[in-house]
């Protein structure tokens, strides 16, 4: 049973261009969490969905962000006109249900870098 | 946002060591999970707890849900140079479904 798998692992960005994220939850799994970490620090949520809903983004910056996760296909955390503040590793969790008394496991990361 | 507090920011223990670490919270937490992070790797989960008092193992870790929701420790027993990494606490809260993090704890471990 894969993880959660997110891609790329890496991005190189220009400022002004657009940054696209991939994240595939585990098989069975429903529910995503977007998170972004700066250098050493904690894990900041972001946007929790399920299949085509957000459920909440009340962590997403009010613009140049946004997230989806269709019916079909892995959930996308889209950051348009990239600034060097965007730069950050960016983790997606998946959870087979609500987070109470459940667990929620990480994919390795996106590490996303504006030049 | 919740604020979850690990201290000390960096330990450096001998192998064959124990090792404790702190996360504690202003706000009354669901859930506590620990988990690990090795670089340029995502968290792994070590371990979960759900109900205030419980204590839990999982090979040479330990953790334990406070009595009072509002803090957790991080036990690990005889160090061995693999555990090396950065370990955060996670708390989830009723009604919502995000985790905060603390800032986390760099173990170092010395052969």
């Known amino acids: 049973n894969a993880g959660v798998m997110q891609n790329p692992r890496h991005l190189v960005r220009r400022r002004g261009q657009e940054a696209r994220l991939r994240c595939s939850p585990m098989?069975?799994?429903?529910?995503v969490y977007w998170y972004r970490q700066l250098p050493e620090e904690g894990l900041k949520f972001m946007v929790y969905l399920q299949k085509e809903n957000i459920i909440d983004e009340s962590g997403m910056p009010k613009e140049r962000f946004s997230a989806e996760f269709p019916k079909e296909g892995p959930s996308i955390l889209r950051i348009q006109q990239v600034v060097r503040g965007d730069s950050a590793a960016y983790f997606c969790a998946s959870s087979s249900r609500v987070l109470e008394n459940t667990e929620a496991f990480f994919g390795q990361g996106t590490r996303l870098t504006v030049v | 946002g919740q604020q979850l507090n690990q201290s000390p920011q960096s330990m450096f223990i001998q192998e064959g060591e124990d090792v404790s670490m702190n996360c504690t919270s202003s706000?009354?937490?669901?859930?506590w999970l620990w988990y690990k992070q090795d670089p340029g790797e995502g968290p792994v989960l070590l371990i979960a707890?759900?109900?205030?008092?419980e204590l839990t193992s999982n090979g040479r870790l330990t953790a334990q849900f406070g009595i009072t929701r509002k803090d957790s420790f991080l036990n690990i027993s005889a160090s061995i140079p693999s555990d090396v990494g950065i370990y955060f606490c996670a708390g989830q809260w009723y009604g919502n479904n995000r985790l905060a993090f603390g800032k986390g704890n760099q173990v170092v471990v010395i052969p």
């Open positions: 707890l759900y109900k205030a008092g």
């Open positions: 098989k069975g799994h429903s529910h």
């Open positions: 706000s009354i937490f669901n859930t």
